[in-house]
């Protein structure tokens, strides 16, 4: 499964953005869990958002309350929702299927992943 990020860029503390996931290899992505996760320079991959094939959901702590995560079934495209950004929350982001429709936070659960995006948030 070929995934596709986008909407990441320079934002400021406070403010909100969507990032865009696409499947973009023809196969349909409903069956299939989806996930967020996100890497900082110097750390490890975490995860931040994951979301079943019937929409439940299940999110970070450090993210929830600010985040949300959907799916668009008819476009084929997950989105991250995220509000009141702060810095902590700079990193490239990451858009990932699991071929499983069970929504999990660990990433080996999930076999396809995006290119990432950046989302750099200054204070």
């Known amino acids: 499964v070929q995934l596709v990020e986008s909407g990441g860029g320079v934002v400021q503390a406070g403010v909100s953005l969507r990032l865009a996931c696409a499947g973009a290899s023809g196969r349909t992505l409903k069956h299939n869990a989806m996930g967020w996760f996100r890497q900082a320079p110097g750390k490890e991959r975490e995860f931040v958002a994951a979301i079943s094939w019937d929409g439940v959901t299940l999110y970070a702590d450090s993210v929830k309350g600010r985040f949300a995560i959907s799916r668009d079934n008819a476009e084929n495209t997950v989105y991250l929702h995220m509000h009141s950004l702060i810095p902590a929350d700079t990193s490239v982001y990451y858009c990932?299927?699991?071929?499983?429709?069970?929504?999990?936070?660990?990433?080996?659960?999930?076999?396809?992943w995006g290119q990432g995006t950046q989302v750099p948030v200054s204070s």
């Open positions: 990932a299927a699991s071929p499983s429709s069970t929504a999990r936070g660990a990433p080996p659960h999930y076999a396809s």
